[in-house]
């Protein structure tokens, strides 16, 4: 099956003419508990009020919700937590670290325990828990505010055309955000910054609960949000950030918010083949049906994935299922699709924007070698805009997916002969003439 589409990917190529706190720890394993006590003080809080506030132990004093895990339970204010909840606090260490909670509304009033410093010692690493010193008590207006910025999530509702887009976030970490979105026409338009045309307010917490600001959304859950029929149609790429901090006032927080999207990459029918990439970090395990969609289970489907160190292609197709060698996709890399059926499809690939102004490096190698990439993040433009540099004798080719051709440029005097425009979720050649190098883009 390789064969097969590897000939056809020759013949296009030749056609075109271009070359290219105090109790025993609980049992478990892997496990580091700390052990405590959270007693209502003098604020008159019901026990079920004080069972309703998690004690959080955390690593950073800055942003207590960088490395942190959560108590698990509460028995008349007892309260342990598996520090080794969260595998990025791993190895512990004998050094400071804290405990405290968020602030609560309850009964109308702001109440929580305001950030308390413990040390581990080579001794409580060695028997495996903690039991704090001191009691942790709550107290009105106490508590830690939470971050301004919030990461969220996003999945698709369900793989078939006219779908839900749900944006979702873990309401034991995050409180009270504010949702905003933005749209583009697929060239990749996403921006950073906030701008009153651009980002618009899909949802934000009133007086403790989520309300939809605008009609393209409903609520899902208190801690998620639909954005209505965003699967195989609609807007050709948008985007999502949280925040709970007003924007206009903040701007340098809003345009360092994480940001998730989704963008639309069109599979033509009838027997043509598709060059589709990949323009997000994706938050499963990038196997097929999770990040092109189950829509492409249909019989007679081919894909072909390269391997630009091997310069060997691998496939699969569906026959009833998928056979063949499983492919798997990451941000920056690119597939074939072959589509033999009648219909277009059209796939609707979500996951995260990469972080801001953070470098973003992609192999190319060489020499004298071919190299299926993709724009690794969601911001299209020519070829000197993603810092795509014009190496020696170095080419690139741009498959048009519809007219089934190709389209070329080369370096010629130390520069792009033509600075092509490049779209995200669209594969493309590179061609190293030298020795291995690497492409560093980011979004801006």
């Known amino acids: 099956m390789a064969r097969k589409i590897l000939f056809v990917l020759i013949a296009l190529l030749l056609a075109t003419g271009i070359v290219f706190a105090a109790q ?235 940001a998730v999207g989704k963008f639309l990459a069109t599979i033509y029918s009838s027997g043509k083949y598709n060059m589709i990439g990949v323009p997000f970090i994706i938050q499963s395990k990038g196997d097929i049906d999770s990040v092109l969609s189950t829509e492409l289970r249909k019989n007679g489907i081919e894909l072909l994935k390269f391997n630009n160190s091997t310069q060997q292609y691998t496939g699969m197709y569906y026959e009833g299922a998928w056979k063949g060698a499983t492919a798997y996709l990451s941000a920056g890399e690119g597939i074939w699709v072959y589509n033999p059926t009648s219909n277009n499809i059209i796939s609707t690939i979500v996951g995260n924007v990469p972080e801001l102004n953070k470098d973003i490096k992609s192999n190319l190698y060489g020499p004298a070698k071919y190299n299926m990439v993709s724009i690794p993040h969601p911001q299209g433009g020519a070829l000197t805009k993603l810092k795509l540099d014009p190496l020696a004798e170095s080419e690139v080719l741009v498959f048009d997916n519809e007219k089934q051709s190709y389209s070329g440029t080369y370096v010629s005097g130390n520069a792009w002969k033509e600075d092509k425009l490049i779209a995200p979720a669209k594969a493309f050649w590179y061609y190293q003439k030298g020795a291995d190098a690497k492409w560093t883009t980011k979004v801006e």
């Open 24 to 258: 025993q720890p609980a049992p478990y394993p892997a496990a580091f508990w700390v052990n405590g006590l959270i007693t209502a003080g003098n604020t008159g809080l019901a026990d079920a009020d004080i069972a309703s506030i998690s004690v959080i132990f955390f690593e950073d004093p800055a942003n207590y919700l960088n490395k942190y895990a959560l108590s698990r339970q509460k028995i008349n204010g007892k309260f342990s937590i598996n520090a080794m909840d969260d595998l990025g606090m791993l190895p512990l260490k004998v050094q400071n670290y804290y405990v405290g909670t968020q602030q609560y509304v309850i009964n109308g009033k702001n109440y929580g325990v305001n950030r308390r410093d413990i040390q581990l010692e080579s001794d409580d690493l060695g028997k495996g828990y903690k039991n704090l010193p001191f009691d942790l008590v709550v107290e009105e207006n106490g508590g830690m505010l939470p971050p301004v910025v919030f990461p969220i999530n996003i999945a698709r509702e369900k793989d078939t055309a006219g779908s839900g887009v749900i944006i979702s976030w873990d309401k034991t970490k995050i409180i009270t955000p504010t949702i905003y979105y933005m749209t583009g026409n697929g060239t990749g338009q996403y921006k950073n910054n906030f701008d009153n045309n651009l980002w618009k307010v899909a949802g934000r917490f009133e007086n403790g609960i989520l309300v939809i600001k605008d009609n393209q959304f409903d609520k899902v859950t208190e801690d998620s949000i639909r954005h209505k029929a965003q699967v195989g149609q609609s807007f050709e790429e948008v985007y999502y950030k949280a925040t709970t901090d007003d924007p206009i006032n903040n701007s340098k927080i809003f345009e360092t918010a994480p």
